[in-house]
């Protein structure tokens, strides 16, 4: 089995010393993708623009992990509002349309730093 490295995400860096994801052969986890706006660096303060920008990472961080989203297995969503999922699901069918090809997805309720109001964490298996 090959060594961990690190994977970053050009533009998207955590306030602490951890990478967007980890990798070690073709199992790949990430730490929480946020909603920040990756060009200004600023937390929007509505969900759908929030679900906009973590979806947009997401994206960013398979295609600088050598893979796509379809190389996405599971997906645990945190959210400030358990119940609140419209803009969640917009984005889930935008990036996932055929539900006979979708990951696995837990939502959870959970109190996020700041004005963020959802993260996600993503497990992925890419190609060698």
Excluded at 35 to 63: K, W, Y
């Amino acid at each position: 089995m090959n060594g961990r490295r690190s994977v970053d995400v050009p533009g998207y860096t955590h306030a602490n010393p951890v990478p967007a994801a980890s990798r070690i052969g073709s199992l790949l986890v990430s730490g929480a993708l946020t909603g920040r706006d990756a060009e200004t660096g600023e937390m929007p303060r509505s969900l759908d623009t929030q679900c906009v920008n973590a979806f947009s990472h997401l994206r960013a961080l398979m295609d600088a992990a050598g893979g796509s989203t379809d190389d996405v297995i599971k997906v645990t969503v945190l959210l400030g509002e358990y119940r609140d999922r419209g803009a969640l699901n917009r984005e889930w069918l935008a990036m996932f349309p055929d539900a006979a090809s979708r990951p696995a997805r837990q939502v959870l309720h959970a109190s996020l730093d700041g004005d963020a109001v959802i993260h996600l964490d993503v497990m992925a298996v890419l190609p060698d």
